[in-house]
């Protein structure tokens, strides 16, 4: 599918090494230039366009004004500043007004603007997506498991690309991926993005319960239907009505459950257990299973066709040790989160530590990190530096030389990270530059120093 980008540019030749950098970003990039802010506001009337690359010193519009104009033009498309060498309070404004992202003009910019396109554009494939669900603000997230869906890396942005278009139909989906890295997650989006938001979202383990209690859980029961069966009770499906079923590890749903369930997706109906008539069933099905489904069924374990009519649209979830690139990102949201919970804030994360995190393989995947994260906040004391020693002694153990970035731009990284993220939530920059522990000058010395770093190394 085309990416296309508008560059605001009134320097020919920034614009011209700007527009190279972009399309080399990956196959099918076209980037459509404007010199002046008047004319990228008739080029925003392209619907096609999905980011903005701007500069803040145009022949008809500077500073500040540029950003609110494109801000207002297209509210739903992120903006990446690029502002020059100093000019730390208009990056910190732009941040304010509700840029995505800002790049200052170091000399090698050009490396690192392409990534930040790419962590916008990540971050607005779900923008859409009810914001409890991202942050992790309904208890059945687990916290701070909405971090799942920061997406630098290809192989995590194709899955929010097709969790698009899943979410827009009512077709059976299969999560396929490792325990750990955010499939429920993944199916409430789903369902919060799909034609019946509103409508219930039941969650059922097929490992969790016998085999008699998950038949009766998911399709009911009358009165009477077995021992203990005292009054007639409605399954899942039923009470889910129109909404959705998600069923986590269906790979476990013994074989009486699986003939049940290819009932329910061949004919759209369900028995009650006990009941002589079967009732219509509207709920949509979305399952997700931590084991390969074409094993089980060369296995003998899981019935062929049930597999073919689960898979209709299949989406398979990469382990966090194959998106290695999200991790600083990662680590930087679950710091805040944690810190913001359990009010205390620690002095982050040295250098030793980081790098022990980006050599661990995280077995455990995102659930992994944030329940390590979370961890740390509380061990630490207040305003501590997190050092390798205070991490798991497994974490300990991993090779840092199994890991190939560099030190420092993962340094770079997580720290420009935190700062943004306290520029946008504090009311002012010196209340930022409090929240993180030094001086106003300090903030500015320290966004002066990581537009250049975080683009090197």
């Known amino acids: 599918m085309e990416l296309h980008i508008l560059l605001v540019a009134g320097d020919a030749d920034h614009a011209d090494a700007t527009r190279r950098a972009l399309v080399r970003m990956e196959a099918g990039v076209r980037v459509t230039t404007a010199e002046r802010l008047e004319s990228a506001l008739v ?6 366009i999905r980011c903005v690359v701007t500069d803040v010193r145009l022949p008809d519009a500077k500073g500040v004004r540029v950003l609110k104009a494109l801000c207002t033009a297209r509210r739903d498309l992120p903006v990446i500043v690029v502002t020059a060498n100093g000019s730390e309070q208009l990056a910190v404004a732009a941040m304010k007004l509700g840029a995505a992202d800002y790049v200052s003009l170091h000399p090698r910019y050009a490396e690192e603007l392409p990534v930040l396109v790419r962590e916008a554009l990540g971050r607005s494939v779900l923008s859409g997506v009810d914001e409890a669900c991202l942050v992790g603000g309904t208890p059945a997230l ?4 909405g971090a799942a869906f920061v997406a630098t890396t290809a192989n995590m942005r194709a899955v929010l690309a097709l969790l698009e278009r899943a979410a827009r139909s009512t077709v059976p989906v299969l999560l396929e991926g490792e325990t750990g890295t955010g499939k429920e997650l ?12 509103q409508a219930p979202f039941l969650v059922q383990n097929c490992a969790a ?3 008699s209690l998950l038949e009766s859980e998911l399709f009911g029961h009358l009165r009477g239907a077995f021992t203990g069966a005292e009054r007639d009770r409605r399954g899942l499906f039923e009470a889910a009505d129109d909404g959705t079923v998600f069923l986590d590890e269906i790979g476990e749903a013994p074989p009486a459950v699986q003939a049940k369930l290819l009932r329910v997706l061949q004919h759209e109906e369900v028995k009650a257990v006990g009941a002589d008539r079967a009732r219509r069933m509207r709920a949509r099905i979305v399952a997700a299973t931590n084991r390969s489904l074409e094993a089980e069924v060369t296995a003998g374990r899981f019935r062929l066709d049930l597999y073919y009519r689960l898979a209709v649209f299949p989406i398979r979830v990469p382990p966090l040790r194959h998106r290695m690139a999200d991790l600083p990102a990662l680590v930087a949201h679950f710091l805040s989160r944690c810190e913001e919970r359990e009010r205390r804030a620690t002095g982050g994360f040295d250098g030793d530590a980081l790098r022990a995190l980006q050599a661990h393989a995280w077995p455990g995947n995102v659930r992994e990190l944030a329940n390590e994260v979370h961890r740390l906040v509380l061990s630490v004391d207040a305003g501590e530096r997190i050092h390798r020693h205070h991490l798991a002694p497994r974490i300990r153990a991993a090779d840092p030389a199994l890991r190939g970035e560099p030190l420092a731009r993962i340094l770079a990284r997580v720290e420009l990270a935190l ?3 306290r520029l946008q939530q504090q009311p ?7 929240s993180l522990g030094i001086t106003r000058e300090a903030l500015y010395a320290k966004l ?3 537009g250049t770093a975080s683009g090197g190394a």
Do not use: F, V, W
């Open 209 to 211: 319960i016998p085999e």
């Open 419 to 421: 700062i943004r993220q």
């Open 448 to 450: 002066r120093r990581l």
């Open 186 to 197: 993944l199916a409430r989006a789903t369902h919060r993005r799909g034609p019946r938001p």
């Open 142 to 145: 687990a916290g701070t498991e």
């Open 43 to 48: 080029a925003l009337r392209d619907p096609a």
């Open 428 to 434: 002012t920059k010196s209340a930022a530059a409090r």
